[in-house]
């Protein structure tokens, strides 16, 4: 069932653009939600987090340690929204939406995960913020 509409988890964070950062908030983000959804939902919430987080730091500022990602993670009445932005220049995203990654190629399936896995997807028009959300049963 949906949760009541009160905050099951509300974290906001700015973080240095490094992968460790990023496992050190899903970890965070993982501990606060295990009581509240079940193994596939959960699965679902971390890997929408984690592409998002990983594609700011890698793409968004090129793994520069000094660049900053800052994120909001919110699960409130059954819906998880997840807003990651980055201190890098954008992307065309409309373009990159439009494109599907070769079976050979290593990268190129960030756009695909998030569109499979959230109920909505959205970015800022610069492209260096997205905005996911997703539907999920909350246990009480």
């Not at 606060?32 to 193994?39: P, R």
Request: glycine share 10%; charged share 25%.
């Amino acid at each position: 069932m949906t949760g009541s509409g009160r905050d099951v988890c509300d974290i906001r964070t700015t973080m240095p653009a490094t992968l460790q950062a990023v496992e050190e908030f899903i970890a965070e983000f993982c501990r606060q939600l295990q009581a509240h959804l079940g193994q596939s939902q959960s699965f679902d919430a971390q890997l929408l987090a984690r592409e998002a987080l990983i594609n700011a730091v890698v793409h968004g500022c090129g793994s520069d340690a000094g660049g900053q990602v800052r994120c909001r993670v919110r699960l409130k009445g059954g819906c998880l929204t997840i807003l990651v932005a980055d201190s890098g220049k954008g992307f065309d995203w409309r373009a990159a939406r439009a494109r599907e990654a070769g079976l050979a190629e290593a990268s190129g399936r960030g756009i695909e995960i998030l569109r499979k896995y959230a109920t909505r997807v959205r970015y800022n028009d610069k492209g260096n913020a997205v905005t996911i959300s997703k539907t999920l049963l909350v246990r009480e």
